[in-house]
């Protein structure tokens, strides 16, 4: 087995991948995770690692409102097109002309930010598969 040839553990591991510097946004959301499950933080896409470490998350949260820690355009262009990652992308904030840049760039779902931390227990029951 190669480095690059993620173990069964890895695969089954729940975990999802945060994009926002907003600590206070973090911590909720950190509260609103179920048991057994991994949140990762980062506003590096690329420091999670390369696109089949991506791919070991169940889903990922993007921050729209964090245009000076990255560009979520970026973001969704390099897992979709650079990646070409089928990861489920659900969005928070923003305004309306870059939500509908993001739903063009293909983007799951976008809510807002209370509705993001109701909504996270959700995700996690349906992306819950194999662990």
């Avoid at 489920?88 to 799951?108: I, K, S, T």
Wanted: hydrophobic share 45%.
């Amino acid at each position: 087995m190669t480095e690059t040839s993620p173990t069964i553990e890895k695969r089954l591991r729940r975990r999802w991948i945060l994009m926002s510097a907003d600590e206070a946004m973090a911590r909720r959301l950190r509260e609103a995770t179920p048991p057994g499950w991994e949140m990762v933080t980062t506003t590096d896409l690329e420091a999670v690692g390369p696109w089949h470490e991506i791919l070991l998350h169940r889903f990922l949260v993007l921050d729209l409102d964090e245009a000076e820690a990255f560009d979520p355009l970026d973001v969704i262009y390099l897992i979709r097109r650079e990646h070409m990652l089928n990861i489920p992308v659900f969005c928070f904030g923003g305004d309306e002309a870059l939500r509908e840049e993001m739903r063009l760039a293909r983007a799951d779902r976008f809510f807002g930010r209370d509705e993001m931390v109701a909504m996270l227990p959700r995700f996690c029951e349906q992306y819950g598969w194999g662990g």
